[in-house]
């Protein structure tokens, strides 16, 4: 079983950048394809973005694809998301999920079995 944080949240202007990242522990990130999920107030919680388990395959949700980019350190157990070009509605919860479904792309998050608490993004003027 691996237990997940994530970090790096807090309240930027729209046109701002954040890093959030995803720090593992209890076993090894790299048995395990990887994904940002988010939730904003009032929806449910949808896909972000993609990283397969050795990070040499991406895939990004149409509303962040081009502004986003998630990478993985499997050497120091972590995962990144930095956002750039920040949108109103982009404020969200944003959870790092593990998946031991490690062929293919995996945008449901059914198809999570491990999540962090989840980090606060709030884009505002």
């Known amino acids: 079983q691996v237990q997940l944080v994530e970090s790096g949240g807090g309240l930027v202007q729209p046109g701002g950048s954040l890093r959030l990242s995803c720090a593992a522990s209890g076993r090894t990130l790299s048995d395990y394809a990887m994904a940002w999920f988010r939730q904003a107030p009032g929806k449910e919680r949808e896909f972000g973005a993609f990283?397969?388990?050795?990070?040499?395959?991406?895939h990004y949700a149409d509303s962040v694809k081009g502004r986003f980019t998630i990478s993985r350190d499997n050497a120091k157990n972590t995962m990144s998301l930095q956002m750039n070009s920040l949108k109103p509605e982009d404020t969200a919860i944003y959870y790092c999920?593990?998946?031991?479904?490690?062929?293919?792309?995996?945008?449901?998050?059914?198809?999570?079995?491990?999540w962090g608490q989840g980090t606060q993004v709030t884009v505002s003027s």
């Open positions: 990283i397969t388990r050795g990070g040499a395959n991406t």
């Open positions: 999920a593990a998946s031991r479904r490690t062929s293919g792309t995996r945008i449901l998050a059914d198809e999570y079995d491990y």
